[in-house]
Nanobody, 124 residues
Framework: QVQLVESGGGLVQTGGSLRLSCAASGRTFSSYVMGWFRQAPGKEREFVAAISRSAGSTYYADSVKGRFTISRDNAKNTVTLQMNSLKPEDTAVYYC?????????????????WGQGTQVTVSS
């Protein structure tokens, strides 16, 4: 079992930056692939980024590639999403997720555990 708590969301202007963090409970954080997803109003939840257990591999949705960076600190049980050059279309609730079922998760069904989400709003 792992519990996930996101933080760092907020309101930012177009072109600005935000840094989301996800704190995980448990002693086996390093055994989980970690991911970020987002859900905009009226839309389905979509993949944003994922990072492998050792942080050796990262994966991004095309819409955020080059602007967002996912990282993790296994000693601190945290995963971070640095978001730069934000656009209004990045507005959504952002969710942290964890799985030890797959090597790299880019699908919602790959993930077992989810945080409660944090709101990111980008104003134009």
């Amino acid at each position: 079992q792992v519990q996930l708590v996101e933080s760092g969301g907020g309101l930012v202007q177009t072109g600005g930056s935000l840094r989301l963090s996800c704190a995980a409970s448990g002693r086996t954080f390093s055994s989980y692939v970690m991911g970020w997803f987002r859900q905009a109003p009226g839309k389905e939840r979509e993949f944003v980024a994922a990072i492998s257990r050792s942080a050796g591999s990262t994966y991004y949705a095309d819409s955020v590639k080059g602007r967002f960076t996912i990282s993790r600190d296994n000693a601190k049980n945290t995963v971070t999403l640095q978001m730069n050059s934000l656009k209004p279309e990045d507005t959504a609730v952002y969710y942290c997720a964890a799985t030890n079922f797959v090597m790299s998760g880019t699908k919602e069904y790959d993930y077992e555990y989810w945080g409660q989400g944090t709101q990111v709003t980008v104003s134009s």
